[in-house]
């Protein structure tokens, strides 16, 4: 657990896990090598792990596309396995003109997948979750999505999974 969340201290996005254990004590000792053979002894005895989804810090960026969530939701993303999870905000638009995560996920909006025109530019993702452009050179502006927000009652059952996705 330890060496994981230290390998991801710098991954956007990453929950740590984290350790709940206790102190086992046993009845006195009776063994030989013991000294005093009264003597108690103490085993630490793992109870469980469990996610640590509180907020981490935010740093501004230049990256207009870059989103933090504010609160427990997760951004949902479309995979091969189906849709998952994520809390990872640093966001960008592949060749094909849609809204991706770091690993190339497509982000699902409240309408499905985000997409963009060739002709967009200026795109801005409002506090609400508004995906916005500037069409073409008319400089019309039009709305491309929302992004798709959801939280979870018992988010302690949410499975981890490469990428920095929960299922």
Do not use: C, W
Request: hydrophobic share 35%.
């Amino acid at each position: 657990v330890v060496a994981n969340n230290v390998a991801n201290v710098n991954t956007t996005g990453f929950k740590a896990d984290r350790s709940l254990f206790e102190e086992y004590l046993r009845s006195p000792a009776r063994e030989d090598n013991f000294i005093p053979a009264d003597r108690r002894v103490s085993f630490v005895q793992d109870r469980a792990t469990f996610h640590d989804f509180s907020a981490g810090p935010s740093e501004a960026t230049k990256n207009p596309l870059d989103v933090s969530i504010d609160g427990s939701a997760f951004l949902v993303v479309q995979t091969a396995a189906g849709e998952r999870y994520t809390r990872d905000g640093g966001l960008q638009i592949n060749n094909q003109g849609q809204l991706v995560n770091a690993s190339g996920y497509q982000v699902l909006g409240t309408s499905g997948p985000i997409v963009f025109q060739p002709t967009d530019h200026d795109v801005t993702i409002a506090p609400d979750g508004n995906v916005t452009v500037i069409e073409g050179t008319n400089r019309i502006d039009s709305v491309r999505g929302k992004l798709r927000l959801v939280s979870f009652a018992q988010a302690q059952n949410l499975v981890k999974e490469a990428s920095n996705l929960y299922s």
